[in-house]
Structure formats: structure tokens, C-alpha cells
């Protein structure tokens, strides 16, 4: 074995490897596993009536589908404006470009703020939709909102490099095969893109998840409505509930786990699909 | 279907990359754009698929203006120089493609879209390779399976961009031949781009030979590379020696030197006497006079002597210019007949000369 090491052409494997270990095992390991020792230190019908209590499920309900549709919402806005920030030349194109990293560098109290102050009834944008019946501040709407602004540059960001990739010529040559714009694009370009989206998707989903800054303030915390899971776990421990904490801390840590781990097995299907070989059937 | 190309300007910023052109390209030939980088042939090319637009001018299609038509419409295979396979599909749905966005009530049945695939990847010889997809591939095979692609849509006009520029030598020699076969067989029309005056002297039917966006000769590979009608046309096509100097009667006067006109061939009457002229020789159209004292012929001294096969290549510089390099193919055997060594003083006699006015 040393042996086997001392002719590796790039020297210093073990080191680190070793590294790496010590390091990740510090930083996101042990602090997660801590989550799950600390979570059983319960009993399993305690830990139960913790996690299934309806106020919890409902905060369950709120954070993961206000999260799975603001990141939908970034897919799809994000998209487009990668394809403007790639394909067009415009004035002030640089300074668009710049601002897309704003929800990565503000941070989310001030976003919150700001958001929060927009959208109430009586702020700028919230007083345009008050005459209309809609409340968006304090709602799940506002939640939704708030998740939207901050996963944006994770899907323009990674979109916007493999769009750049993306020679022209592979649309000239369906058009030149009769393609239409639309076909050109959901045929031949949109595959191309997909892996890209989804780990841009993935990355807003998680953000999403777990942010709690930017939207304690515009969300209103009604409990049943438009309480996130984040915010639970905050109040449990100011009542010095460790355990019970832990206990929602743990489910959310299993689900989006569990949803990252499906999202990476879509990404790599998706990558890897040119490389595999199709059945017996062609068509 | 032919094509025509009339009057067609193209201006990129500040840059003139056509200057009003004017082509035929007749019916089932193959034709070769020539150039070096930069002459407006791509350019020439995608106008004509309707992947650019141009300034000003027309294209006609079998006589029938297409410079309005949209490129999808123009029914024109197009091959892109780094092949723009769709790297997500199987070669099959790559050559399906064309077929397959095909507006519903024009669409062939599955079957139909099946058999012809087969067909087409029969016709390119890999249709043992429908299931894999473009990176499994070498560069050679791609190449065919985009001419594949490019043919399952029935077009009028098959249009090739530098279609072997990267490719290495050894596969370019066979896709070459094998495209030469495959356009006999077809007898589609066909404008291929290249800047390799091998390429196109091997493949084509006829050379359209370009520079600095405009056209500077049009004809057959023998003709042009016989008959080259500008300075450029012969530099570009093949060796060759250049000389600067004066006209005289019955020779060019490189500085004192008087490079005498073959007896055999005609003279030159539109040229001035005593005006400046560039006049070109090949190396095989070169001869060795080993008579330094010799009345006529361009004195120089032989450099190097390069015999290796049934020809041999000798490098001379001029006697008192030595920058000025000539290059002169005599038969090997010669080299010992004429008892030529390297440092040796010589003349050089034409056999063949062709004559330019400078400028």
C-alpha cells in the first residue's frame, strides 16, 4: 500500500483525504448527527406527538410548498433571464447582471424589511393589490414572495454558463431541418439546459427551505397559516425545548434530504442520458 | 436545383465581407467556395442557407427569389463545420429529426420515419451505430451522420461548411473520396467551403476561388490550377515562384537578370514596356541552367537539394538577394546528371511563365 502511494504522480493524497474527512466530519457531520442524538433523547411517542402535532404539520405544509413553488417560479424566470443576459445585447446590461446577485449579498433582515414594507397594504406595491381583495404581506403569499427574491440567483447563476455554451449552431441546424422557434427550443435546447436547471432548481428548493430571515417578517406567523417549520424550531427553543427542537429540526433535516438525494438522481439521469444506451426500441 | 447569387453586399461593422457577388452554381454539381480565412466564403454560404442576411442582392432559388424565405423554408441541408449533432438524442432521433418536426398533416407515419432512417444511415455505412449517440462517436462518423440528418428532409440544395476542416488527415482523405462518390450517386447540388486548395481541387466540379469578399476566379480544378487569371489565384493554388520586375519584350528583368518568355508561348500584348510586373512559375516549370555565365536567366545559388522519391526538390536564394527563395522540381535523377551541389551558382530558366501587371 505504501508502496502503491509513493509512485502516485500527484503527491499528498493521504494528506488530503485526511483533511477532508477531519474537516467535513467537523463542519457538517457531528453538528448533524448531534441533531439526531439530541432528538433521541426522547421517547418515540413523545418525539411522535412532537412532529404530528397539527401545528407543526401545517408549518410542514407551508414551508415545503411555498418553497417547492418559489423555486418553480426562479426555473422559470430564472431561465429567462439568463437566455436575455446571454443572447442580447442591451444598455445596462452589466448593471442587470450585477444586480441579480443582490439576494445572495443583502442580508435577509434587511430583505425582510423591505419586502415586508412593499407589500403591505398600504406600501407600494401591497396598496396596488388591497382595492383588489388580495392581501400579500402576513399571508402565505408573502412567504412565497419573500422565498422567491432570495432563490433567483441561484438558477440564473447556474443556467447562465452552460446557456453560454450553448453554440448557435445547434439551433441553426434545426432550423435549418425545418424546425420552428418553438420546436428549436423545447427539442433542442431546453435538454441541453435541463441538467443546469435542475441543480439550479435544487439549489433555490433548499435555500427556500431553510430561510427564515427574509420571511419572519413578511409572513405574519398566523400558526395553522403561515408559520414556517424554521420558525417552530426558533420557538421551541426560547421555551428552553431543546428536544422538541430537535425533534421538527430532524424531520425537516430527513426531508429535504431525501428531496435533494431524488433531485440529484433526476440531474444525473439527465446528464447522463446521452451517454446511455436506449433499449431494443428505437422510437 | 440551381442556384443563383446576384449582387449580394455584406457589411459586418466596419468590415466589407462580400462585395457585390455574383454566382451561377449550376444544377448537380458539387462546387467548391476556395479561400483563405476571412474571404466571405462561410459568409457566402450561410446568406445562401438563410442563416444570415444580406445587405443587398438576391438569391434565386431554381430561378425563383428565396432572399425573403425563412431558412426552415429554403429546404436546404446544411452541414455545420463541428458537426452540431444533438448531443442528447441517439443517431437515430438526430436523422429523425428533420422529419419529425414536420408540421402534423405533412408528418410520415412511425414506420415510414423508421424505414427512412434506416435507409439514409444505410447510405452513410453506419447503420450499426443507430442507438448510440453523438459522443460515442469518432469525428469521422459524426460527420456522416450530420450529412445523414442533413439529407433525411429531401433538400433541393445541400450547402458544407469547411465539412472536413476538423478532421485529421487520415480520416479527411477517405470522407473526401467517400463524398465524392456520394454526390455521384445523389447528384444533389452542392456548395462545399474550404481553405484547403487540395480539398478542392480533389472534390469539386468546378472552383469558385475567393479573396477579400470578392470573387477571383470561377472554373473547372483544372482549369484554375492551369490557368490561375490573378496573381492571387496563382499564389493560392499550389507553389509557386514569385518574381518582381520589369517588362521587356521578351522576358521579365528581375533587377539585371532578363528571365526570358519560353519561345513557345505567347506574348504578352496588353503589357506596357518597361512597366512593373509580378510573373509566377511553378517549380516543376523551373529549369536549372548550370551555366553561370549564361546570357539569360535569373542568376541564383542552390541552398539545399531534397531527393527523396522519383522528384527532387531543390531550394535556391537569389544570387544577390539572398531573402528571395525559389523552389524548382527536377527529376532525381538529373541531380547527378547535372552534377548539382548545394552552395552551387545557377540560372533559372521558365519553361512556363505566366505574367501580371503590379498592382
Not at chain 1, 99 to 128: E, Q, R
Not at chain 2, 290 to 316: D, Y
Amino acid at each position: 500500500m505504501a508502496q502503491t502511494v509513493g509512485k502516485r504522480v500527484l503527491p499528498g493524497f493521504g494528506l488530503s483525504l485526511g483533511y477532508t474527512l477531519v474537516y467535513l466530519s467537523l463542519i457538517v457531520l457531528i453538528p448533524l448527527s448531534a441533531v439526531f442524538i439530541n432528538a433521541a433523547s426522547m421517547q418515540w411517542s413523545e418525539f411522535w406527538q412532537v412532529v404530528s402535532s397539527p401545528q407543526v404539520v401545517a408549518s410542514y405544509r407551508v414551508s415545503f410548498l411555498t418553497s417547492l413553488l418559489a423555486a418553480l417560479i426562479n426555473s422559470f424566470f430564472g431561465l429567462l433571464l439568463a437566455w436575455s443576459l446571454v443572447r442580447y445585447n442591451f444598455f445596462g446590461k452589466r448593471l442587470v447582471d450585477a444586480l441579480i446577485d443582490l439576494p445572495f449579498a443583502l442580508p435577509t433582515a434587511v430583505a425582510g424589511i423591505t419586502l415586508s414594507a412593499l407589500y403591505a397594504k398600504n406600501g407600494w406595491i401591497g396598496s396596488l393589490f388591497a382595492p383588489l381583495g388580495i392581501k400579500l404581506a402576513f399571508t402565505p403569499l408573502g412567504i412565497l414572495i419573500a422565498l422567491t427574491f432570495i432563490g433567483l440567483p441561484f438558477v440564473v447563476r447556474t443556467i447562465q454558463p452552460v446557456l453560454q455554451e450553448l453554440s448557435l449552431e445547434f439551433e441553426e441546424a434545426a432550423a435549418t431541418l425545418g424546425a420552428s422557434r418553438w420546436q428549436a427550443f423545447s427539442r433542442v435546447v431546453l435538454p441541453a439546459l435541463l441538467p443546469a436547471m435542475l441543480t439550479g432548481f435544487a439549489l433555490a428548493f433548499a435555500r427556500a427551505v431553510g430561510e427564515y430571515g427574509s420571511v419572519i417578517f413578511i409572513a405574519g406567523n398566523v400558526p395553522m397559516v403561515s408559520e414556517i417549520t424554521p420558525l417552530l424550531i426558533i420557538t421551541r427553543l426560547e421555551q428552553f425545548d431543546v428536544a422538541g427542537a430537535t425533534a421538527i429540526a430532524t424531520v425537516m433535516l430527513i426531508v429535504s434530504f431525501s428531496l435533494l438525494l431524488i433531485i440529484n438522481g433526476l440531474q444525473h439521469w439527465a446528464s447522463n442520458r446521452k451517454r446511455y444506451l436506449t433499449g431494443e426500441d428505437l422510437a | 436545383m440551381s442556384i443563383q447569387v446576384k449582387n449580394i453586399n455584406k457589411r459586418f461593422s466596419n468590415f466589407q465581407a462580400l462585395n457585390d457577388i455574383s454566382l451561377d452554381f449550376p444544377t448537380g454539381k458539387l462546387v467548391a467556395l476556395l479561400g483563405p480565412s476571412g474571404c466571405g466564403k462561410t459568409t457566402l454560404l450561410r446568406i445562401i442557407a438563410g442563416l444570415e442576411t444580406a445587405d443587398s442582392g438576391q438569391i434565386l432559388l431554381e430561378g425563383a427569389d428565396a432572399s425573403n424565405l425563412h431558412v426552415r423554408e429554403r429546404q436546404i441541408g446544411f452541414m455545420f463545420q463541428h458537426y452540431a449533432l444533438f448531443q442528447h438524442m441517439s443517431v437515430f432521433e438526430n436523422v429523425a429529426f428533420g422529419l419529425r418536426v414536420k408540421p402534423k398533416n405533412e408528418r410520415p407515419s412511425e414506420a415510414a420515419i423508421r424505414q427512412r432512417v434506416t435507409e439514409l444511415l444505410e447510405l452513410v455505412q453506419l447503420g450499426n451505430l443507430a442507438k448510440r449517440y453523438p459522443s460515442q462517436l469518432s469525428g469521422g462518423q459524426r460527420q456522416r451522420i450530420a450529412l445523414a440528418r442533413a439529407l433525411a428532409v429531401n433538400p433541393r440544395v445541400l450547402l458544407l461548411d469547411e465539412p472536413f476542416g476538423a478532421l485529421d488527415a487520415k480520416v479527411r482523405k477517405e470522407l473526401r473520396r467517400w463524398l465524392r462518390q456520394l454526390h455521384d450517386e445523389l447528384h444533389i447540388t452542392s456548395i462545399f467551403v474550404t481553405h484547403d486548395q487540395e480539398e478542392a481541387l480533389e472534390v469539386a466540379d468546378e472552383i469558385v476561388l475567393m479573396n477579400k469578399g470578392q470573387v477571383e476566379q470561377v472554373g473547372s480544378p483544372l482549369e484554375v490550377f492551369r490557368h490561375p487569371a490573378t496573381p492571387f489565384a496563382f499564389n493560392f493554388l499550389g507553389t509557386a515562384n514569385r518574381f518582381d520586375g520589369k517588362w521587356a519584350r521578351s522576358g521579365v528583368l528581375v533587377s539585371e537578370d532578363l528571365l526570358p518568355l519560353p519561345p513557345t508561348q505567347a506574348i504578352h500584348t496588353h503589357l506596357a514596356e518597361g512597366g512593373d510586373v509580378i510573373a509566377f512559375a511553378r517549380p516543376h516549370d523551373l529549369q536549372i541552367e548550370t551555366n553561370f555565365e549564361a546570357a539569360q536567366g535569373v542568376r541564383a545559388k542552390i541552398s539545399r537539394i531534397l531527393a527523396f522519391g522519383p522528384m527532387a526538390r531543390v531550394e535556391l536564394s537569389h544570387a544577390t538577394q539572398p531573402e528571395t527563395y525559389y523552389e524548382v522540381d527536377v527529376p532525381a535523377l538529373s541531380i547527378a546528371s547535372l552534377n548539382l551541389h548545394e552552395g552551387q551558382a545557377v540560372r533559372l530558366r521558365p519553361s512556363q511563365l505566366q505574367v501580371f501587371p503590379a498592382g
